[in-house]
């Protein structure tokens, strides 16, 4: 008998379980890059390290400090925006990983193979843990001070409290589960209030908005989230437009796919003289290719059964597109519908069926032995995979062979209800 494990129950039985849990990430992509200062740029020395530790896919961490413990260069690189993203193989725990995103993803507009849009789906269905956000300072050491809102739903200015030193030793005490956070209060923030009108590091444009974008992309494996910084708030308020949308129509974020891409836009920031001024800046863009549509009639019935197929496919398909049957192979009154009949036990494809005939086929059969529904797609999804492997969706052979056994289910699904239950048991974790 399978052990199953509740992951629901919050009482904690060690030490780890005591913290907050924290979803494992296992690399970064960078919504931009980072070169050399105008001053430095003079510096031939500096030059020629910069390019060859970039060429040799080097953090710019690394090539930061690269520069300053060489060539005593410190502050020698800003940020740069640039309408790709950045996917470097050191700031991945598998290098190859950030091979395999920009294989799959990357598109070569006439400098390289880039990745410029690429599909991501989130793990949460709160919008917060996918997108956790704060205002913080840094120093070059740590994090100093940083946002967080208490229970009565004001954001309160945190910060670390001193560490104790052992009255009877010259050493400090040992902090046990980490450091401590407390409100912070000084003559500056005496409340403990985040207000970023009153805060001098904010003033400073030393405290900023600190907020990642947490998910994983289809088709790329690894054990742990993928994480993209941002600090502007136009990306975040826009990304939080497009997940309350999706959660509104779907009622859930997981299991939607999303894309990240970078566009331009005009925004408007106030200048050293207090006037607003508008500039054009690349943002990344949070969106979904999703009938909004068809999602928000659907709440109001139930949803229509050929929608339901198409549903059923995209689920199961490598590409996640949904391909839509001829309304008339639907239509009882259609002619077509005694043929279909007729072949659907004894199926041999026609030999100038193209794939999308074949997928249209699969759909109307997924249909028919009422897999389309929601509690079922989840069972197609592995049947398909434990049968041919992945990718199989976008292979003739094996996708006539999938509407073979579908087809010959019409007559008996014994058959097809034990290959599921063993597909899904072969799934399980023991």
């Not at 006439?110 to 704060?134: H, Q, S």
């Not at 689920?315 to 279909?340: C, F, K, M, N, Y």
């Not at 072949?343 to 249209?360: A, N, Q």
Request: net charge negative.
């Amino acid at each position: 008998m399978n052990a199953v494990v509740s992951m629901l129950d919050l009482t904690p039985r060690s030490l780890v379980e005591e913290r907050a849990l924290r979803p494992p990430t296992m690399g970064k992509i960078r919504p931009g890059i980072k070169v050399l200062t105008r001053a430095m740029q003079a510096n031939q020395q500096a030059v020629d390290l910069y390019n060859t530790m970039v060429a040799a896919g080097d953090s710019y961490e690394t090539i930061g400090k690269t520069l300053e413990s060489k060539l005593k260069l410190r502050n020698a690189l800003v940020p740069k925006n640039v309408p790709y993203f950045v996917c470097r193989r050191s700031d991945f725990s598998n290098p190859a990983t950030a091979d395999e995103i920009t294989r799959m993803y990357g598109e070569d507009r006439g400098d390289g193979m880039k990745l410029y849009r690429f599909p991501v789906m989130f793990a949460f269905d709160d919008w917060l843990r996918n997108v956790p956000n704060e205002m913080a300072v840094y120093t070059t050491t740590s994090r100093q001070f940083f946002s967080q809102y208490g229970p009565d739903g004001v954001r309160y200015c945190k910060t670390y409290a001193p560490v104790e030193r052992d009255e009877r030793a010259t050493r400090v005490r040992r902090s046990f589960g980490g450091r401590l956070i407390v409100h912070r209060q000084d003559d500056d923030i005496p409340d403990g209030k985040c207000d970023p009108h009153a805060c001098p590091q904010y003033q400073a444009r030393k405290c900023n908005l600190s907020a990642s974008f947490l998910f994983v992309i289809p088709e790329i494996k690894g054990l742990g989230l993928i994480e993209l910084p941002t600090n502007s708030i136009y990306v975040l308020q826009k990304a939080y437009g497009a997940m309350q949308t999706v959660a509104l129509a779907r009622g859930r974020l997981t299991g939607t796919r999303f894309w990240l891409s970078k566009r331009e836009f005009d925004i408007t920031r106030i200048d050293e003289n207090g006037q607003a001024v508008r500039q054009k800046q690349m943002l990344t863009v949070l969106d979904a290719d999703i009938d909004l549509g068809a999602l928000l009639d659907g709440a109001d019935g139930a949803v229509p059964a050929l929608e339901a197929a198409n549903q059923a496919v995209a689920l199961i398909e490598a590409s996640g597109e949904t391909h839509v049957i001829d309304q008339r192979a639907a239509d009882p009154t259609s002619e077509s519908t005694g043929q279909a009949t007729a072949d659907s036990v004894d199926y041999e494809p026609h030999p100038s069926e193209t794939l999308e005939d074949k997928r249209d086929r699969m759909t109307d059969l997924l249909h028919r032995l009422g897999l389309h529904l929601e509690e079922r797609q989840q069972d197609v999804r592995i049947l398909g995979q434990y049968r041919y492997g992945r990718g199989w969706t976008n292979k003739l052979d094996q996708v006539d062979a999938m509407n073979r056994f579908l087809a010959s289910a019409l007559a008996d699904r014994t058959e097809l209800e034990a290959e599921i239950a063993s597909a899904v048991q072969s799934t399980t974790f023991v």
